[in-house]
């Protein structure tokens, strides 16, 4: 226990960052490139979702929620993270480094309770497909997007709440962004209580899921070993994508797990799985949807390609009016 000698800070330095001199440049322009390959992405699913009629169905529903997601998470670590990278100062306030948290825990709450549903829909859609439209209706979908959204926000409020209370008797946190754990690691009293609620969220967002995913695609393959090639293919194409976006959060998590036994020496390995956890899933999971499910990529390729005929043929409008001017002139 430390000792209770001085008041909490009310700023908050994050150790990790430093003067690499022309070096941190080059290290901004991959990072800006990163955050904007994410809004990127995760924005045309996004747009072609909502914007298409046909793909207003749970599971393309559900993949526009895990886009959003994507764009809020993003944009609570990078605006902040990349005026850090070129700045000689590198103190959060309190309440910043609060907010940034619980945006940050929440949004990957959000994540995982979003690809459990997602299982769950798919394991509707497999094995119960004659009951499909009678049990996933809109209604259903409107339900499990809104435990999606506010059940993390719920827990993540009472965690927040247990490590804002905390009197704290250091402000250096040794990562690139705020997290409850590291703030509750500065506490000058005991913290048995969070050590506890800290436990219970990783059976919550970490085993709950885990084992409840396993299962539906236990399911899944037994039934596929008994059916056809032809359905056993068109549940792979299916379930292909949501199977490596989950082990892909499952990685980034495994990332952020790791951190708490990384030596606060080794710089680099912080840096390195505190990057994975932020970037990784963002990034691929736009794509591993976009480029595997071909209802979403036959629509963007249709969009982009309308695109290209109307920017082609506006040159043409603008000569045509120009030419009728001339002659009008005349």
């Not at 990127?40 to 959003?68: G, W």
Request: net charge positive; hydrophobic share 50%.
């Amino acid at each position: 226990m430390r000792s209770n000698s001085s008041l909490s800070p009310l700023f908050f330095h994050f150790t990790l960052f430093a003067d690499h001199g022309p070096l941190r440049y080059l290290f901004f322009c991959l990072c800006l490139m990163t955050y904007v390959t994410i809004i990127s992405a995760n924005a045309v699913i996004f747009l072609t979702v909502c914007l298409e009629k046909s793909l207003h169905q749970p599971m393309y529903i559900f993949i526009c929620f895990l886009s959003l997601n994507s764009l809020c998470g993003s944009a609570a670590f990078f605006p902040r993270f990349l005026v850090d990278v070129l700045s000689d100062s590198h103190f959060i306030s309190r309440m910043s480094c609060f907010i940034q948290m619980y945006i940050i825990h929440s949004y990957k709450g959000q994540e995982i309770t979003v690809l459990t549903v997602m299982a769950y829909d798919r394991f509707v859609a497999i094995l119960h497909p004659l009951h499909y439209h009678s049990r996933m209706t809109l209604k259903m979908v409107r339900h499990l997007l809104i435990f999606a959204l506010f059940s993390p926000v719920c827990v993540f409020s009472f965690f927040f709440y247990l490590s804002s209370r905390l009197p704290l008797c250091g402000n250096k946190v040794h990562r690139l962004f705020c997290t409850i754990w590291s703030v509750v690691q500065l506490s000058c009293v005991d913290t048995t209580t969070e050590d506890i609620a800290r436990q219970v969220l990783v059976v919550l967002y970490i085993v709950v899921p885990l084992f409840f995913v396993l299962y539906t695609y236990l399911r899944i393959l037994l039934v596929c070993r008994r059916s056809s090639t032809e359905f056993r293919g068109k549940a792979l194409q299916t379930c292909l994508p949501h199977i490596i976006t989950f082990l892909n959060f499952c990685i980034s998590i495994l990332c952020e797990v790791s951190l708490y036994t990384v030596d606060e020496v080794n710089t680099f390995a912080i840096v390195f799985l505190s990057m994975e956890f932020l970037i990784v899933p963002p990034i691929t999971n736009p794509l591993v949807y976009g480029l595997n499910l071909p209802q979403i990529r036959g629509v963007i390729f249709r969009r982009v390609k309308i695109c290209k005929i109307a920017l082609a043929a506006k040159p043409k409008v603008q000569q045509a009016q120009s030419s009728d001017c001339h002659t009008t002139s005349y």
